[in-house]
């Protein structure tokens, strides 16, 4: 990672304006059922509070149109006060004179929140004058929120240009170490493993992967885009007819780098996404007419686990199956099982997937699980962040 980080900045007096991504769900009453990300940035905050800082978080909270009551980020100031143990007060804006007024006052070593961010529509647009406004905030900026380094909004990518130094914080410097390791210089065997719904968004991470793996194993709603370029039937299994052709130039690109692309075997299919469905398990290349594929079989699950657990290297990017359904989990289940049994580098590239281990009680048992879905497969496709780029040099 040739990027800066916090720990390379003096921070002792300054005023330390931090992009985090306290993005967490919210249940119905507006309670947070899943505190991972804001624990995640505790390192950072920590770090700049011991070291003087004056600390102003910076976060978006779900897709509000303007201000919207349900998405206010009064309970992540609470649930991150309780993480503290101090309070956190919390703001009615981000930007403007009272902002600006409650920033000044506040001492080395305090910590505020301003509210989310995406209450102004000059977020996602990046506007020069909004980022101007969060940059006058700030004499140093820290970007820790890799969930969102994919997207060049006004609070991850503009203000960047406008806050020198800015510098990554810890997450953001552990994530872009890990995935870059692996995408640069993986311990071998390197293994990559990719399921998911749709086959369209993983093409170009495909692409991306194979003259950099040794092993490549397919599963999910998009292996029967390859089984169906293999000639196979797949009934009602989810399939994307567009991306067949595309499907079987990969396998003949792998086959001509010498990668070895594993396809399932076996399929658990079901009649209906529904628990109480009728389910059993038939070889790949005879799924019937009116089932659909809901999860791999298990002596795909078999072989998958018999790569993955000699791997030095395993990066995993989308569930197996229907895994919110516990019936058709076992797949992913499987490959989770398997990546804890593994003593190489595991890295579970978020979104479904971390989700699958999280609820699986595996997490803390790979080397690395990352708070960015969208942001780590377009780091895996080989893409540039904006949230990233924008950062000082080392």
């Known amino acids: ?5 916090v720990e390379e900045v ?18 119905p009453q507006g309670r947070i059922t899943d505190n991972t990300r804001i624990a995640a940035s505790l390192p950072t905050i920590r770090y700049l509070m011991e070291h003087g800082a004056k600390v102003i978080l910076v976060s978006h909270l779900g897709r509000p149109e303007g201000v919207t009551a349900s998405l206010r980020l009064n ?3 609470e649930e991150l006060a309780r993480l503290l143990g101090q309070p956190v007060p919390k703001l009615d804006d981000c930007v403007g004179p009272q902002v600006e007024q409650a920033v000044a006052a506040l001492p080395p070593g305090g910590v505020v929140l301003l509210e989310n961010v995406r209450f102004h529509p000059e977020e996602e647009a990046n506007d020069p004058g909004f980022a101007r406004q969060l940059a006058r905030l700030a004499d140093v900026y820290v970007n820790d929120a890799f969930g969102t380094a994919h997207r060049a909004h006004a609070s991850t990518e503009g203000v960047a240009h406008l806050v020198k130094p800015a510098v990554a914080g810890f997450l953001m410097g552990k994530e872009i170490g890990m995935l870059g390791k692996a995408l640069t210089n993986p311990e071998r065997p390197f293994v990559a493993v990719l399921g998911g719904a749709k086959v369209k968004d993983k093409i170009p991470v495909i692409e991306n992967l194979i003259p950099k793996v040794d092993t490549l194993l397919i599963g999910g709603g998009m292996a029967y885009t390859f089984l169906r370029a293999q000639g196979y039937e797949v009934g009602k299994s989810l399939l994307d007819e567009k991306s067949v052709d595309l499907a079987r130039q990969l396998m003949d690109r792998a086959a001509a780098a010498g990668i070895g692309l594993l396809f399932p075997v076996d399929i ?11 389910t059993r398990v038939v070889p790949a290349d005879h799924i019937p007419a009116d089932w659909m594929g809901v999860d791999i079989g298990p002596q795909t699950a078999c072989r998958f686990a018999e790569v993955i657990r000699p791997a030095a290297t395993v990066v995993w990017n989308g569930p197996m199956g229907v895994f919110e359904i516990p019936a058709f989990a076992q797949g992913t289940r499987a490959i989770a099982e398997a990546m804890a049994a593994c003593p190489g580098m595991t890295i579970v590239g978020g979104g479904d997937s971390a989700a699958a281990v999280e609820q699986m009680g595996l997490a803390d048992q790979m080397k690395h699980v990352s708070t960015g879905g969208g942001a780590s497969l377009e780091f895996l496709e080989g893409k540039i962040l904006p949230g990233v780029a924008a950062l000082d040099d080392k």
């Open 1 to 5: 990672m040739n990027k800066k980080t």
């Open 75 to 77: 309970p992540v100031a």
């Open 10 to 27: 003096p921070v002792a007096g300054k005023r330390v304006l931090v992009r985090v991504d306290f993005n967490v769900p919210l249940d």
């Open 268 to 278: 658990l299919v079901a009649t209906a996404l529904d628990p109480a469905a009728q």
